[in-house]
């Protein structure tokens, strides 16, 4: 069974920085990526960024405008976002996801599995 655990999360001032990592296990052997989204109130779930296994190339979504990094630890299935510069419209709960299907994009339609969201709040 394919489980996600997400960490980080919390209050954040408005220009700060803030670190969430998600972890996958039970995934089955060969390439995957992992994501993020996240989903603010009122409004649909959107990619932040995608990475993928291996080589770890990293797709970005439209909400994204060069703010954020992505990295992969492949030996423990691991992926971590940091977001700086966060501003109030950052805010939302945001939620990891895994897939198998190689068809990476950032796309809620392309991911599989998915993790329990954790909320962001930037305040200003």
């Known amino acids: 069974e394919v489980q996600l655990q997400a960490f980080g999360g919390g209050l954040v001032q408005a220009g700060g920085s803030l670190r969430l990592s998600c972890g996958a296990s039970g995934l089955p052997r060969g390439d995957y990526a992992i994501a993020w989204f996240r989903q603010a109130p009122g409004k649909e779930r959107e990619g932040v960024a995608c990475?993928?296994?291996?080589?770890?190339?990293?797709l970005w979504g439209d909400a994204v405008e060069g703010r954020n990094a992505i990295h992969i630890d492949n030996a423990k299935n691991t992926a971590t976002l940091q977001m700086t510069s966060l501003r109030s419209e950052d805010t939302g709960t945001y939620y990891c996801?895994?897939?198998?299907?190689?068809?990476?994009?950032?796309?809620?339609?392309?991911?599989?599995?998915w993790g329990q969201g954790t909320l962001v709040t930037v305040s200003s």
């Open positions: 990475i993928t296994s291996g080589g770890g190339k990293a």
């Open positions: 996801a895994t897939t198998t299907r190689r068809l990476w994009a950032p796309h809620v339609t392309r991911f599989q599995y």
